[in-house]
């Protein structure tokens, strides 16, 4: 047997098990918990905000809150606000455990409690593997939502899901990935975030 065959016969076994996975790997995929609309404690806010991600497959970005003064001509303060950005990637990885792709969605919002003022969305992609394409946004909402002090400007929630594919030159796609995520910012400053394939 020639290297060249061995080396096209080894590609393909590997192949295969990155189509198909490794043995019993459907039972190891967990259901993405829901977000809790509870509002929490200001202590778990706050280390929710500030502990980063324990989850492997998620990386965050918290920007600090900044404090925004508006002043009229004569240098007097007219209001006051604070702002955040955040940053939540799903991270998805190879077979043997490399990163495939990461797909973030940032949001900045605005608020002066108990009220978000203002808030923007947008998504972006990095450390994309050259077998995978990034096709696009498939899914995009955003709704206010109650969060304290029965005012419906309280929380804005937004989700954001792209769709990636896995296309091997000669043998074809392999495999489709649709990772989201959805961030719930709140007009503390606070935010919950959940993350899936």
């Known amino acids: 047997m020639s290297m060249r065959t061995f080396g096209c016969a080894a590609c393909a076994a590997l192949l295969f098990l990155v189509a198909v996975g490794p043995a ?76 495939a792709f990461k797909f973030w969605q940032r949001k900045r919002w605005c608020w ?23 096709v696009g946004v498939v899914s995009s909402w955003g709704a206010w939502y109650t969060w304290c002090c029965r005012t419906q400007y309280s929380g804005h929630s937004s989700f954001r899901q792209a769709r990636f594919t896995n296309c091997v030159l000669k043998i074809g796609c392999v495999g489709e990935y649709y990772p989201w995520v959805r961030i719930n910012s709140r007009a503390d400053g606070s935010y919950v975030y959940a993350t899936g394939s």
């Open 24 to 99: 019993g790997a459907e039972g190891q995929t967990r259901e993405a918990e829901p977000i809790s609309q509870r509002p929490p404690s200001a202590a778990a806010a706050g280390a929710r905000a500030d502990a980063g991600s324990i989850d492997p497959e998620v990386k965050v970005a918290a920007g600090p809150a900044v404090q925004v003064v508006k002043r009229d001509s004569l240098g007097r303060m007219i209001s006051t606000y604070y702002c955040r950005t955040l940053s939540v990637a799903r991270v998805h990885r190879t077979f043997l455990g490399f990163v």
């Open 112 to 134: 002066s409690y108990p009220r978000i003022l203002s808030r923007e969305v947008t998504t972006y992609v990095t450390d994309v593997d050259p077998n995978y394409q990034y």
